[in-house]
């Protein structure tokens, strides 16, 4: 039994490590990001936050006014549910959950580190009138899965920011 056990971590490691499979490193954000104002509407709405953890993760400090070397702008995040098609009984049968984000980053002086980013992500969802409460609870596991994902690709696009002179 042991013998198999060893054998089957010992081709997993050797699968991974084949296929070229690494954990995620910290990501290289530019020097000016090491103190960021975020200026969000919303700062406890789901992306906000999620945002918020990443870049701490990933040593930024949150501050605000004169003591930010850069600022995070996100004026657009907006989450919205379109009905997509209606069954005979006039109820809803399919929706689609997209998440619109739109983002910069500039430097202490107003100068633009990365312009305006648009992201758009959308789930589309078949709704059965059976599973009432199921539905609801999907549709809020989705709407916090679209604002990870976009969470991870603002990170993404921050760390294709050029770096500048600090």
């Not at 490691?13 to 995620?24: I, K, N, P, W, Y």
């Not at 930010?68 to 702008?73: G, P």
């Not at 004026?75 to 006039?90: F, K, W, Y």
């Not at 059976?130 to 604002?147: H, M, N, P, T, V």
Request: net charge neutral; charged share 25%; aromatic share 4%.
């Amino acid at each position: 039994m042991t013998i198999r056990l060893i054998a089957g971590i010992l081709s997993l490691v050797l699968l991974c490590t084949g296929c070229g499979f690494q954990l995620r490193d910290d990501v290289e954000l530019p020097p000016q990001m090491a103190k960021t104002q975020m200026v969000v509407d919303d700062e406890y709405s789901p992306l906000a936050r999620k945002v918020r953890v990443m870049l701490e993760q990933n040593g930024v400090q949150f501050v605000g006014g004169k003591a930010a070397s850069a600022i995070l702008e996100i004026p657009v995040n907006s989450v919205v549910t379109d009905v997509l098609t209606i069954g005979n009984n006039a109820r809803v049968r399919e929706y689609r959950v997209s998440h619109t984000v739109r983002f910069r980053l500039l430097d202490a002086n107003g100068g633009v580190l990365l312009d305006w980013q648009n992201l758009r992500q959308a789930r589309e969802v078949s709704f059965n009138e059976q599973q009432i409460l199921a539905g609801s609870r999907e549709q809020e596991y989705l709407k916090k899965e679209l604002a990870e994902t976009l969470s991870r690709l603002i990170i993404a696009r921050l760390e294709s920011a050029p770096v500048g002179s600090d």
